[in-house]
């Protein structure tokens, strides 16, 4: 390994993308955020209507609704981030990162799904602080808590598990220097 900067290593160039190309990079990506938004707000009106009508009716105070909002943001707009980028990866594939065959696509959907019904307990367990914390300090531990319920996930060995390929490879891991 060396020390010298990128501008100062002869390196081959890489080639320009097309205008189609960036079209069609564009549109893909307005495809995504658009069903991760929408994704977020079916999560938050499904939620609502669990609320509100019978099933969490007597589960969730008043004031530990918003938790469930938080938690149905984070779930719908994560379901809806990965879902069209995981169905991407099944199509579009280069030398560097072959195309994700149904099987594994299968088992990153199911971790996405996975952790979707992580985030949502983690929301229904704040919002039992609305017994005694108010509307607005609930929301805002809510925020925090489900905001970061992902790192204890992201430390777990997933390879030794044999999930490592679920969650990809990090660029210049360990694993990936070995699979070189």
Known sequence: MSAE???????????????????AFGAG???VLATATLGA?????L???AVDAAPLSNIVPDD???????????????TGLMLPVILFGMVRGTEDTP??????????????LVFDVCLLVVALLVSQ??????????TVVAVFA??????????????????????????????SRQAE
């Open 29 to 31: 990506m307005l495809l």
């Open 129 to 138: 602080l609305g017994w005694f914390l108010p509307a607005q300090l609930t």
């Open 146 to 175: 489900v905001g970061f319920s992902w790192m204890p996930l992201a430390m777990v060995p997933w390879e030794r598990f044999g999930l490592g390929d679920v969650f990809g490879r990090r660029r210049g891991s360990a694993a």
């Open 5 to 23: 900067s990128g501008a100062e290593r002869p390196g081959t160039r890489r080639p320009q993308r097309s205008f189609a190309a960036n079209v």
């Open 41 to 45: 707000f079916a999560a938050v009106a």
């Open 99 to 112: 195309r994700v065959g149904p099987g594994a696509a299968a088992r990153k959907a199911l971790a996405v």
């Open 47 to 49: 939620l609502g209507g």
């Open 64 to 78: 530990g609704n918003n938790a469930l909002v938080v938690g149905g943001i984070a779930s719908g707009g994560l």
